[in-house]
């Protein structure tokens, strides 16, 4: 089991965030730091991973690492508090991390030693949910880091109530500054989870919701648009669903360039009306329905709960998205016209099943598959499979010039990008889910094992 840490309660800290605006909810919130001074976020030349994939896109690139030399494993941080389903972040001189404890937790990137851990609240009792496959449920989706304003986002699911709280912590030492409640209007938080990642765009932080494991109870996808400096009122898209079209992978939300959101959902429970489950959404950053992307044979996905939803949209070049999900299908689209149902450019059986988010370079994407991790060529209006590499994939990442993923045995591997050929592997701890994802910054790659991290230099 997870070892509990001590904690010191951060009162006057606390008292502060609360009394700061009417709309921000009170609860109880400790941290510990090894340090009682504020650090810098940032370091001349450092390289950040600040949000989930490295940027609002998902691309998972980080073109910013040295080639890859001779990686070795470097250190292996002490146990946390509980188990690790977040993608690491990496903000200058900090790798963050959050458990299902409701923990953040700053390590020195060089030695894995703990810089600060703030404790947002207890957790919610998996048995006190009606379904549901984590326990305690916590922080589920990844938080975002801004370096620009030293802050970090994150959603902790708490037992009173149960409700999802989001605190914005100081990056430097982990204090709350301030905290509000982040539930979708009209929805049960006893039946979302916000497995999702959180995004930063255009002065907001954006927080997805789907179901529990097991698709219990009247839960509908939702995004919830919060202002970043906690004032003012929150926004809410929900799909126009009859029930569940959840949008629950780790990846949660892609952000263009242009502010525009992009979801995948989930299966739906219509089964003779379109209400956009299995769906491609494209949003304005209004969260207005602008465009939508649905599988003729989307009934059928439905009654067969055989998500669409279990990847993030892919955003390819200036003008196409990938998308695939449970069927295995991958369906190339039109960014400008998504084509509403049916309406793909192509479509290909590419593997099994896809779960967790693609990384994308150019025009190749990666996608993660029970069967594999397999290349695909999208240019032009065809969709190719180039190759694969066998093992249930984690969501890949692109750094040092390899494709790097790790299996559901624990096995990181890099990849050559064009032929799929291991060019390096390390067998780690086995990963606690299936969508668990590395983060790769200033020259080491980090990597998730069950309630630990473990770092490995790339040169």
Known sequence: MPKALVAVVLAAVLCAACSSGSNKSATTSKATSATSASTPSTQAGASNWPTYHHDNARTGVADDQPPLGQPTKGWESADLD???????????DK??????????????????RQ???????????????????IDPSGITGTPVADPASNTVYAVAFLASGPHHELFALDLGTGAVRWHRAVDPRGLSPRVEQERGALALSGGRILVP?????????????????????????????????TG???????????????GEVWVN???SASQRTFDYGNAVIRLTPELRTADFFAPTEWARLN???????STSPVLVGDSRVVAAGKSGIAYLLDRAHLGGIGGALAQADVCDAAFGQPAVKGTTVFLPCVDGLVALRTDGDRITRVWRHDGQAGPPIIAAGAVWVVDGSGRVSALDPGS???????QVGEPVSRFVSMAAAGGRLFVPSDDRVIALSLR
Do not use: H, M
């Not at 991390?97 to 060089?110: F, G, K, Q, R």
């Not at 400096?229 to 809410?236: F, H, K, W």
């Not at 569940?244 to 242009?258: C, H, L, S």
């Open 82 to 92: 509980g188990a690790v389903y977040a993608q690491p972040l990496v903000a200058g």
């Open 95 to 112: 790798v963050l991390v959050a458990t299902e404890a409701n923990s953040v937790y700053a390590l020195d990137p060089t030695s894995g």
């Open 115 to 133: 810089l600060w851990r703030a404790q947002l609240g207890q957790a919610v009792s998996g048995g006190s949910l009606p379904c549901g496959n």
């Open 209 to 241: 919701f789907g179901g529990l494991f097991g698709d219990c109870g009247a839960f509908k996808g939702a995004i919830v648009a919060v202002p970043a400096d906690g004032n003012g009122d929150l926004s809410t898209y929900t799909v126009p669903t």
């Open 244 to 258: 569940e079209a959840g949008i629950w992978n780790p990846a949660g939300e892609t952000v263009d360039q242009k």
């Open 265 to 267: 959902t989930g299966n």
């Open 303 to 309: 009654s067969g709960d055989t998500d669409l939803g």
């Open 420 to 426: 799929g050929s291991e060019r390096y592997r390390i």
